[in-house]
């Protein structure tokens, strides 16, 4: 058996939280000692472990409770319906950041975007030895055949709109001309 001290230290979590959870019914220890304090079986551990797993995840408190003894069917159906609520709120950022982007205008804030976008990727195509035909030929292949997923990594690269538009315009005539190439 495991203090409560000892088993929130160990976790990496304060002792509040272990309070809260037994509170609310997310986590009851196993046993009380003579004194009254709480005291944490193996078991309680490896369920603490899950707790804050789905915890890392996103899920909140009351959903977890209803996940601790659930079919495998249901814990993927949260954390499906979670990681399409992160996929949401990470559009929504790009939006946002893309439109600040175009505010500014500037090579310097495109430099501080802090993820990829289309300098750094080109740079890295032509360190890999891409020439512009090259780079063509890719995004004409990602646009034939997967358009939607080439205007959305497009839109990850926080091009503006009327950039992609002219790549995706360009790419389809490319891909065009690559499939069904003209006899001289």
């Given at each position: 058996m495991?203090?409560?001290?000892?088993?929130?230290k160990r976790f990496g979590i304060a002792r509040s939280t272990l309070l809260h959870y037994d509170r609310i019914g997310l986590l009851t220890p196993s046993e009380r000692s003579k004194s009254g304090y709480r005291?944490?079986?193996?078991?309680?551990a490896r369920q603490?472990?899950?707790?804050?797993?789905?915890r890392r995840a996103g899920l909140p408190t009351a959903e977890i409770k209803g996940l601790l003894n659930a079919e495998t069917g249901a814990i993927q159906q949260?954390?499906?319906h979670r990681l399409k609520e992160i996929n949401a709120d990470i559009e929504h950022l790009?939006?946002?950041?893309r439109f600040i982007l175009g505010i500014l205008?500037?090579?310097?804030?495109?430099?501080?975007?802090?993820?990829?976008?289309k300098k750094?990727?080109?740079d890295l195509l032509q360190a890999s030895g891409f020439d512009e035909k090259d780079m063509m030929r890719w995004h004409g292949e990602f646009e034939r055949t997967a358009p939607k997923?080439?205007?959305?990594?497009?839109e990850f690269l926080c091009i503006p709109p009327d950039e992609i538009e002219s790549i995706r315009r360009v790419s389809v005539r490319w891909s065009r001309s690559a499939i069904c190439p003209k006899t001289p």
């Open positions: 495991e203090a409560i001290g000892s088993l929130a005291l944490y079986a193996s078991k309680d603490l472990e899950v707790i804050l797993e789905y949260a954390l499906t790009r939006e946002q950041q205008r500037s090579p310097e804030a495109q430099a501080n975007i802090g993820v990829m976008n750094t990727w080109t997923r080439h205007q959305e990594f497009l």
